[in-house]
């Protein structure tokens, strides 16, 4: 019952903050694997191969998909679940989702084995990068249920009030990725091989530990059981869920428009220094995102109690806490900008100009990226997957591609780069006005 008092603690700026820190940190954790791969492979291969893992994040992100519709989705229903008194129902589902992912991870394993090269060429690869992604992918296929996992356990530790140990376990993730990078790329000279088995064993380790320690103890909040089949709570934890899968495929779509578009107006060049900037966006984005995970549990517990005056609280420190947290990034983006882009292109000019100029143009939607990942967390932690996931695809879909078909024509590469802030401000407008639709939810009537 630990991890139900921790949840009814009373809401604070300070306690919120404690609680979440774990995750956020954990979220910050798990871009950095990606990040250090492109620090090694672009030092020690070339950029060519960094464009290379670029052309392959949509796999990457679909993997990971499946994990956070699991993880959010599931993880909100169990919640809600423990808050309504549920606790039998909430473990049984808890398995069952498990039991679905696995089953789904290893069909996802055998079509992308099957099918890589067509696919790799669909992404946007040419005859010179295809060699690169294949060579990088291959040892990431055979981790696929364990990249799966690990985003889903993340949430569940929040749930049984163990996000301390979600923290532990991508810092080691994270070190041993770092570790093996430095080990196998830049000591043993294995190229994109090493990298790609230094993040496969990253995501494994910490995955399979995650596994065991819901295996085994019955003393928790929640734990894994002989799992019931229940058609109602699939379908109901991947709708809820949908909206972060649909935002993650969705950013795949744009990642592949991108590098096509990238590639006609400045060749492997532009798709590196996209690369990079990706790689910044996914660290900053991994903070905001990792706050409305860490405190999601806390809002799905409060919303199955029907406790308004609580979620009110959540709801008005979350925005203020992620004002202030969006305008320290972006401050920091502008005075640190040029340390960032040439930590992964110190032996290509042309890359780190074009990152550079890019990053300014991009750092200027930070603030209204924050609550456009908030706005999307808050409403599935809500248990509300439909406005979730029309916040997610309007954003990396709708208010992204329209723009980047159009800008490139007018401004060039620049437009490439504009078009990212236009996006995230058409996504702001929207997510202000379902926060003003659904505010009844959360907000405490007058009398």
């Given at each position: 019952?630990?991890?139900?008092?921790?949840?009814?603690?009373?809401?604070?700026?300070?306690?919120?903050?404690?609680?979440?820190?774990?995750?956020?940190?954990?979220?910050?954790?798990?871009?950095?694997?990606?990040?250090?791969?492109?620090?090694?492979?672009?030092?020690?291969?070339?950029?060519?191969?960094?464009?290379?893992?670029?052309?392959?994040?949509?796999?990457?992100?679909?993997?990971?998909?499946?994990?956070?519709?699991?993880?959010?989705?599931?993880?909100?229903?169990?919640?809600?679940?423990?808050?309504?008194?549920?606790?039998?129902?909430?473990?049984?589902?808890?398995s069952?989702?498990?039991?679905?992912?696995?089953?789904s991870?290893?069909?996802?394993?055998?079509?992308?084995?099957?099918?890589?090269?067509?696919?790799?060429?669909?992404?946007?690869?040419?005859?010179?990068?295809?060699?690169?992604?294949?060579?990088?992918?291959?040892?990431?296929?055979?981790?696929?249920?364990?990249?799966?996992?690990?985003?889903?356990?993340?949430?569940?530790?929040?749930?049984?009030?163990?996000?301390?140990?979600?923290?532990?376990?991508?810092?080691?993730?994270?070190?041993?990725?770092?570790?093996?990078?430095?080990?196998?790329?830049?000591?043993?000279?294995?190229?994109?091989?090493?990298?790609?088995?230094?993040?496969?064993?990253?995501?494994?380790?910490?995955?399979?530990?995650?596994?065991?320690?819901?295996?085994?103890?019955?003393?928790?909040?929640?734990?894994?059981?002989?799992?019931?089949?229940?058609?109602?709570?699939?379908i109901?934890?991947?709708?809820?869920?949908?909206?972060?899968?649909?935002?993650?495929?969705?950013?795949?779509?744009?990642?592949?428009?991108?590098?096509?578009?990238?590639?006609?107006?400045?060749?492997?060049?532009?798709?590196?220094?996209?690369s990079?900037?990706?790689?910044?966006?996914?660290?900053?984005?991994?903070?905001?995102?990792?706050?409305?995970?860490?405190?999601?549990?806390?809002?799905?517990?409060?919303?199955?109690?029907?406790?308004?005056?609580?979620?009110?609280?959540?709801?008005?420190?979350?925005?203020?806490?992620?004002?202030?947290?969006?305008?320290?990034v972006?401050?920091?983006?502008?005075l640190?900008?040029?340390?960032?882009?040439?930590?992964?292109?110190?032996?290509?000019?042309?890359?780190?100009?074009?990152?550079?100029?890019?990053?300014?143009?991009?750092a200027?939607?930070?603030?209204?990226?924050?609550?456009?990942v908030?706005?999307?967390?808050?409403f599935?932690?809500?248990?509300?997957?439909?406005?979730?996931?029309?916040?997610?695809?309007?954003?990396?879909?709708?208010?992204?591609?329209?723009?980047?078909?159009?800008?490139?024509?007018?401004?060039?590469?620049?437009?490439?780069?504009?078009?990212?802030?236009?996006?995230?401000?058409?996504?702001?407008m929207?997510a202000?006005?379902?926060?003003?639709?659904?505010k009844?939810?959360?907000?405490?009537?007058?009398?």
């Amino acid at each position: 019952m630990e991890s139900r008092i921790e949840i009814e603690h009373p809401i604070s700026f300070r306690w919120l903050i404690a609680f979440a820190l774990p995750t956020i940190i954990s979220a910050i954790f798990m871009n950095v694997y990606s990040a250090v791969d492109g620090v090694f492979v672009a030092r020690f291969v070339n950029t060519d191969a960094l464009s290379a893992i670029n052309i392959t994040l949509p796999i990457t992100y679909l993997i990971t998909a499946i994990g956070m519709m699991f993880g959010s989705g599931g993880n909100a229903l169990v919640a809600r679940k423990i808050g309504e008194g549920k606790e039998r129902e909430a473990k049984e589902d808890f398995s069952l989702l498990i039991v679905v992912a696995f089953l789904s991870s290893i069909l996802l394993a055998i079509l992308f084995f099957v099918f890589l090269r067509p696919i790799c060429r669909l992404l946007g690869s040419d005859d010179t990068l295809l060699p690169y992604c294949v060579e990088y992918m291959l040892p990431i296929f055979a981790v696929i249920p364990f990249t799966v996992f690990g985003s889903m356990f993340q949430m569940s530790y929040i749930t049984v009030g163990k996000a301390k140990l979600g923290l532990g376990l991508s810092v080691l993730g994270g070190v041993l990725n770092i570790v093996l990078d430095w080990l196998f790329v830049a000591v043993f000279r294995w190229g994109l091989t090493g990298a790609s088995v230094a993040t496969s064993i990253g995501y494994s380790v910490p995955s399979v530990i995650g596994l065991i320690f819901f295996a085994v103890g019955r003393k928790k909040i929640l734990y894994i059981v002989k799992p019931k089949w229940r058609a109602k709570t699939l379908i109901k934890s991947c709708t809820n869920g949908a909206s972060e899968m649909v935002s993650v495929l969705a950013f795949s779509v744009v990642t592949i428009l991108f590098n096509h578009i990238l590639m006609g107006l400045a060749g492997s060049d532009g798709v590196a220094a996209l690369s990079i900037i990706w790689y910044a966006q996914g660290l900053f984005g991994g903070l905001f995102r990792g706050y409305i995970t860490g405190i999601s549990s806390v809002v799905s517990y409060n919303f199955g109690r029907a406790d308004k005056e609580r979620l009110s609280k959540l709801f008005s420190i979350s925005v203020k806490t992620i004002g202030v947290a969006a305008l320290v990034v972006t401050v920091g983006s502008f005075l640190f900008g040029a340390n960032v882009v040439s930590v992964f292109s110190r032996d290509n000019q042309t890359v780190q100009e074009i990152a550079l100029h890019g990053f300014y143009i991009v750092a200027v939607s930070f603030l209204m990226m924050a609550y456009n990942v908030f706005s999307s967390g808050w409403f599935t932690a809500l248990n509300d997957g439909r406005t979730s996931a029309i916040l997610s695809f309007s954003r990396t879909i709708v208010f992204l591609v329209l723009p980047v078909l159009l800008l490139p024509r007018i401004f060039g590469i620049n437009g490439v780069w504009l078009s990212m802030s236009a996006g995230e401000a058409m996504s702001l407008m929207m997510a202000i006005y379902y926060f003003l639709k659904y505010k009844k939810i959360w907000t405490k009537e007058c009398a």
